[in-house]
């Protein structure tokens, strides 16, 4: 490594020696009303069985240190259906979803998606994400477009 370059990390050592570690598994601090907005949905099969790992960003307008910070809103899988099925219900604003195919049709098309959730640690010391209602739908990006332009004219 070059000279420079280690004498400039240098400057940020102790920032760096200050940061709090954090990756996809880190979650606010327990406590309800959070607002997030579903980033990213990745799905996949393992086993055979059909799952989907869902990302969010805080959206904490009033605390900047939290705001924008990615956060796991969940890991739902077929293997345990009622947790999926809660999800997507929510993702229909309470409707109930017939089919699995709806549900995972729901969650693969929430990219967008502004929604409430609550964070509570359970018995075993594991923090959860809880979703609780959906505050504002997807706007497609081709509706999105026409919206900003309307406004700038």
Known sequence: MD??????L????????????????????DGEGYVGTIIKVSSGV?????WWKVMGRLEAVNDLA???REFPVGFYSVKNPGILKSFAKILNHGGKVAT?????????????????????TNAKGYQNCYPKQILGDVVPPE?????????EA
């Open 10 to 29: 240098g400057q940020y050592e102790q920032s760096y020696q200050e940061a709090e570690e954090y990756g996809s598994d880190w979650l606010p601090d």
């Open 66 to 68: 939290l705001d924008g």
């Open 46 to 50: 393992k086993d055979d069985k059909p």
């Open 100 to 120: 699995l195919v709806e549900a995972a049709k729901l969650v693969s098309a929430s990219t967008g998606t502004v929604f409430q959730f609550d964070v509570k």
């Open 143 to 151: 509706e999105e477009t026409q919206t900003e332009e309307a406004v």
């Open 3 to 8: 000279i420079n370059f280690e004498n400039l």
